[in-house]
Nanobody, 121 residues
């Protein structure tokens, strides 16, 4: 079982910056793709950005050029640097990771509980 602990959310003014962190731990053989998703109020959850263990990224067009995903494989942590924030970026941001568990060597997915990001003046 894996635990994901997210941090870094909060209230920020338009044009501001926030950095989200997500640290993974548990009985894990290895981690795979890690990423961030978000769910704006009244809307379905959507992809923000993902990153492979080798650093290959996939980022939504809506945040490309403003958000940067990165990861520290030694710390099993993924980050999301969010610049030039807009009111439409307001959402609950969720961390997700693929992993192979250490007991059954099965490929699984885990989600964090989410962290609120509010962009407002």
């Amino acid at each position: 079982q894996v635990q994901l602990v997210e941090s870094g959310g909060g209230l920020v003014q338009p044009g501001g910056t926030l950095t989200l962190s997500c640290a993974a731990s548990g009985r894990i053989f290895s981690f795979g793709v890690m990423g961030w998703y978000r769910q704006p109020p009244g809307k379905p959850r959507e992809l923000v950005s993902t990153i492979t263990t080798g650093g290959i990224t996939n980022t939504s067009d809506s945040v490309k050029g403003r958000f940067t995903i990165s990861r520290d494989n030694a710390k099993n942590t993924v980050y999301l640097q969010m610049n030039s924030l807009k009111p439409e970026d307001t959402a609950v941001y969720y961390c997700k990771t693929e992993y192979i568990d250490a007991d059954w060597y099965s490929l699984r997915n885990a989600w964090g509980l989410g962290t609120q990001v509010t962009v407002s003046s």
